[in-house]
C-alpha cells in the first residue's frame, strides 16, 4: 500500500490534507510537545467526522426550512442543535471577518481601492494566520513576526 498525502480510508471517504491538518496541530500545541503519528491520523479523522456532522445537520435545517443552498446561518444553527453553542459567537465573528477580508481581496485590491502587492499579500495572510491561531489559543498573543522590512544584514 502507498504512503496517502491525505488521510482517509478510500478515494470516495471525505479527507483532509495530511500536510495541512499536521501542520495545524502542531501548531496548536507548544514547541516541547511531540504528537504520535497515530494520534495525529486520530485527530485528522475526528476533524473529517465533525466536518460530516456538522455539514449533515446543516443540510437538514436547510431542508427543513424549504431552501436548497446551505447558508451560513444554517451552519450556525447546527451547531445549537449539535450542543455547540458555545462556539457560535467565535464561528460568527470568524465568518464575518472572511467576509471583509475576501470582499476586496477577491479582486486584488484593498477596500480602499489600492492595488495590493504579493508582498503586500502575503504579510496580510500571515497577519491573519497570527490572528487565528491566537484565537485559538484563547486569546494569547502570537510570536511576533519579523518585520520584512528590517534589514537583517545589518
Not at 471583509?100 to 491573519?128: C, F, H, P, V
Request: proline share 6%.
Amino acid at each position: 500500500m502507498e504512503p496517502m498525502d491525505i488521510v482517509g480510508k478510500s478515494k470516495e471517504d471525505a479527507s483532509l490534507p495530511k500536510a495541512t491538518m499536521t501542520k495545524i496541530i502542531k501548531e496548536m500545541l507548544p514547541p516541547d510537545v511531540r504528537v504520535a503519528r497515530d494520534a495525529q491520523d486520530l485527530l485528522i479523522e475526528c476533524c473529517v467526522e465533525f466536518i460530516n456532522l456538522i455539514s449533515s445537520e446543516s443540510n437538514e435545517v436547510c431542508s427543513r426550512e424549504e431552501k436548497r443552498t446551505i447558508a451560513p446561518e444554517h451552519v450556525l444553527k447546527a451547531l445549537e442543535v449539535l450542543g455547540f453553542g458555545e462556539y457560535i459567537e467565535e464561528v460568527y465573528a470568524a465568518y464575518e471577518q472572511h467576509k471583509l477580508e475576501t470582499m476586496d481581496l477577491k479582486s486584488g485590491k484593498w477596500s480602499n481601492g489600492a492595488e495590493m502587492t504579493e508582498e503586500e499579500a502575503l504579510a496580510e495572510q500571515q497577519r491573519m494566520f497570527a490572528e487565528a491561531r491566537a484565537r485559538m489559543n484563547g486569546g494569547t498573543n502570537p510570536p511576533k513576526q519579523p518585520d520584512p522590512d528590517q534589514n537583517l544584514d545589518s
